[in-house]
Each structure stands twice: as structure tokens, then as C-alpha cells.
């Protein structure tokens, strides 16, 4: 039923009016440029071409319903653009780079349907001249002429110099024309040139700037802001995680190191056990913050269990932890750990 209503419509005289009217009236029907009336006074299409190349295209596809209009026009667009730049570059300027490089960019950047300014590069107008149904016996094709209006670009006066900060505008506020040139690293960093040209590293052609690429641009520069606000804060998160764990260490060597151990650092003078009997419970806290902050070290397990030692009650747990120093290197701990093993009361010479 729905088919049979959309033949109706598209074999009507109305639909037929109606769609002329459509074309003629606004020439693009939103999505091409008519150039066949420009604006008074400088046009910068123009002003940036050292020629224009007119191309006239025909181009037709199948148009099975009338829901797939827009779409079928779309492609028409897209498919006759891309064929009228290729004809420029493959008759005209086969043999220079910098404006071939620039004409083939204005194929894969851009969608012409969908930008009034014909791409990327602005190297393109369209005119569309004709437009219609057409009803055959191998179905219904929708039908457009096109005259396309391709700019050969001047070549810049001077070399581009990089622009090393953001730059103030990237539009000219009378003519909205771009004023700043970029390139895109394969990481996606963005960088800003003053004039058109080529880049000096990689030798790539500069592309002028578009509102799409600035909008991409901002959103990298956020990422890219909050990622560097992320690693700064994890880094001092890290100095200051360091900074506790040198105070922690710091106090367990001040408060429970053995004088006459030979593994001390440089610095650390170490306390009598019967100093360290009088701040064996400060010596505890402080030397298991140790232990927790830098498990590998062998010297705060030693100390621990010294300042254990000195306590009553802590025999037990010293004997461990004397025995995971030995594991982890620490000599000293040796004499301690066979001292309360052989239930000795006498103190040795590294107590």
C-alpha cells in the first residue's frame, strides 16, 4: 500500500512542481553552494585562486522510494565533487605537488554535501543546474547537473613560521576565511602555523583551520590538561608518600637503632638498649611504619624487633621479625636472635 502511495506521489504533477520549485529556488536545497550570484565587493574564493577550473559533472543513482531522496542526493554530491577534483588534478596540475596535495586533501577531509564551504580546503564551489526524477523501465533514477567551480590555490609568499602559543584568532572577523594553518602528528598533537606551506619536519602539506578541527583541538588540549593534572597530582601524592616514609625511618633509626651495628647508614648514631628500654613504645610505632613503608629493607625489621625486645611481652614477635632480617640480609640481627633463643639474660655487645 505504502509503495503504491509513494508511485502515485512521485508520477504526480504536484510532487513534480513542487520539487522544480525546491531546486530552483534555493539551488542547493541545503546542501550545495550556488556561486552563480557571489556577494558584491572582494570574494575570497577568489582572492585565493590563481584560477578556477569550472567542471560541469552529471551524475544519476537509483531512487527506489521517495524516503531515500536526501540520501540518494547526498551521494550524488559527494561522488560528482570527488570526480570534478580528480579531473582538475589529473589535467591540470599533474606536476605540481603543493596544489595537488592540497586538492587530494579536499577529497578525503571533506563531506561537500555537508559543508557550505566546499571542504576543507575551500577549494571547491557547486552549482547545481539541473535536477529531476527520472521514471525509465529500469526504475526510477534521480538525475543532477553540476557545475563545479575548482580553485587552483596561490602559492604562499613566505615560508610558515609555527605559532608557539595559542593563537588569538583563528578566523578573519570580516570574511570568517581561516587565519591560521595546522598539522596533526599521528599522536593527534596539533600544531599552529601563521601561513600555508608545508611542514618543516615531515615536509606535509599545512591545512587551513576549520571550526571541526578547533573544536577536535580544544577537546585534545582538555584531555591532554587533565592528564598532565593527573600525573602531577600523582606525583605529589608520591613525594609526599616519600616524605612520610623517610620521617618513618628517620625516627626508627633515632629511636631504636643498635650503635654497633656495622649495616647502619651513614648518619645514624643508634641508641643503647637501655636508652631504648625507655622509648620502646614510641620505638614500636615508629619502626612498623618503617617495616609497612619499605618492607625490603632489613635494618627496620631489626630495629622493630630490638624495640620489642626491650619491652615485656614481645619476645615472641621479636624472634620473627630478627628472623625475616636475617632473611633479608641484616647481620646484626643474628646476635640477637640467639640471645633469646639460649634464654641468655646477659646482654651481648650488639644490644
Known sequence: MRNGTQQRLFNSVFFRIAL????????????TQDVSAPPKG????????RSVIDVPITQRDSLP????????????????????????????????REVK?????????????????????????????????????????????FIFSVCIPKKPTKPAVRITATPEAFFDP?????????????????????????????????????????????????????AAEDRARQQTEMQEQGRKQAQLADRCDELAANPYDKQ??????????LILKLNATDAITACRGAVAKTPGEGRFYYQ???????????????????TKAIELGHVAAYDNLGHLMSGQKAQSMFE
Not at 572582494?42 to 585562486?49: A, H, N, R
Not at 547526498?74 to 596540475?93: C, F, N, S
Not at 587565519?179 to 587551513?208: C, I, M
Request: hydrophobic share 40%; net charge negative.
Open 20 to 31: 522544480t520549485m525546491l531546486i530552483s529556488s534555493s539551488g542547493s536545497a541545503g546542501f
Open 42 to 49: 572582494v570574494d575570497p574564493f577568489s582572492e585565493k585562486c
Open 65 to 96: 522510494t521517495i524516503d531515500e531522496y536526501g540520501k540518494v542526493r547526498r551521494r550524488l554530491v559527494d561522488q560528482a565533487a570527488a570526480e570534478a577534483i580528480e579531473q582538475v588534478v589529473g589535467m591540470a596540475i599533474a606536476s605540481d
Open 101 to 145: 596535495m592540497a586538492l587530494h586533501n579536499e577529497v578525503t577531509d571533506s563531506q561537500y554535501s555537508e559543508k557550505m564551504s566546499g571542504g576543507s580546503e575551500g577549494l571547491v564551489r557547486t552549482k547545481v543546474v539541473k535536477e529531476e526524477v527520472l521514471s525509465q523501465a529500469e526504475g526510477r533514477f534521480l538525475s543532477m547537473a
Open 174 to 226: 570580516l570574511s570568517g576565511d581561516p587565519k591560521v594553518w595546522y598539522w596533526q602528528s599521528r599522536t593527534g598533537e596539533f600544531e599552529f602555523y601563521d601561513n600555508a606551506g608545508f611542514h618543516p619536519g615531515t615536509g606535509e602539506l599545512l591545512k587551513p583551520v576549520s571550526r571541526e578541527v578547533i573544536n577536535v583541538w580544544r577537546l585534545e588540549e582538555a584531555k591532554r590538561k587533565a
Open 264 to 273: 647502619l647508614p651513614r648518619g645514624v648514631v643508634g641508641v643503647e638498649f
Open 304 to 322: 622493630l624487633g630490638r624495640a620489642l625486645q626491650a619491652r615485656k611481652g614481645g619476645t615472641k614477635e621479636a624472634l620473627q621479625l630478627f
